[in-house]
């Protein structure tokens, strides 16, 4: 299903929106999807197994997750084209290794890695794939300096949509459970919510 993308290094949310949108045109429809924001309330979240580098600290990152719709019994996998793990992975081995969900650390506390700070207090909005490809819009003036430099090359096709939303989906301090932006789920209620139904 990578084959399906354009890639792009640092456009997380639209490499996940061409696999999303991928998904929802199938048909018949072999997947269950859900587009995932992950973040943290300072917007200083690590994550590890990253193709960039072993350990890295995101604002944000946007994965998908899958589930068969023939075979349900199967589980989760997670699509990350931003990891060294395999694509797509097991929702269990992408917690345990790329998120670290078992690392000994007080989520309330900060996590200082060499001369890094972040935050382990992880937030998931979780939205339905097919709302997501409906409703995302992006203008990538987030990938842009004061002075309209890009801060990384931009994809190559137009952008998505006709305005820029793209905020509101980073956003984990609301803990709102919107029919367009989707539901904010805290570490422990995301892992009972898609684990407990794999």
């Known amino acids: 299903m990578l084959s399906k993308i354009e890639y792009t290094s640092s456009y997380c949310e639209e490499n996940i929106y061409q696999l999303a949108e991928h998904v929802v045109k199938e048909k018949p429809p072999r997947l269950q999807a859900y587009v995932v924001f992950l973040s943290t309330p300072t917007k200083t979240m690590p994550i590890w197994e990253q193709s960039k580098s072993p350990f890295v600290i995101w604002?944000?990152?946007?994965?998908?997750?899958?589930?068969?719709?023939?075979?349900?019994?199967?589980?989760?996998?997670?699509?990350?084209?931003?990891?060294?793990?395999?694509?797509?992975?097991?929702?269990?081995?992408?917690?345990?290794?790329?998120?670290?969900?078992?690392?000994?650390?007080?989520?309330?506390?900060?996590?200082?890695?060499?001369?890094?700070?972040?935050?382990?207090?992880?937030?998931?909005?979780?939205?339905?794939?097919?709302?997501?490809?409906?409703?995302?819009?992006?203008d990538r003036s987030h990938m842009k300096t004061n002075t309209g430099e890009w801060l990384s090359p931009p994809p190559s096709y137009p952008c998505i949509g006709n305005q820029m939303n793209l905020s509101q989906y980073t956003n984990v301090n609301e803990n709102q459970n919107d029919a367009v932006f989707g539901t904010v789920y805290s570490e422990g209620e995301f892992r009972q919510t898609f684990q407990a139904s794999a």
């Open 59 to 138: 604002d944000y990152h946007v994965v998908l997750l899958t589930r068969s719709l023939q075979c349900p019994e199967e589980g989760w996998f997670l699509w990350d084209p931003d990891t060294r793990l395999p694509i797509p992975c097991p929702l269990e081995q992408y917690l345990e290794q790329a998120l670290c969900r078992d690392l000994e650390h007080p989520p309330e506390q900060p996590l200082i890695y060499g001369n890094l700070y972040c935050e382990m207090n992880r937030k998931y909005r979780v939205i339905e794939a097919n709302t997501f490809v409906q409703h995302f819009s992006s």
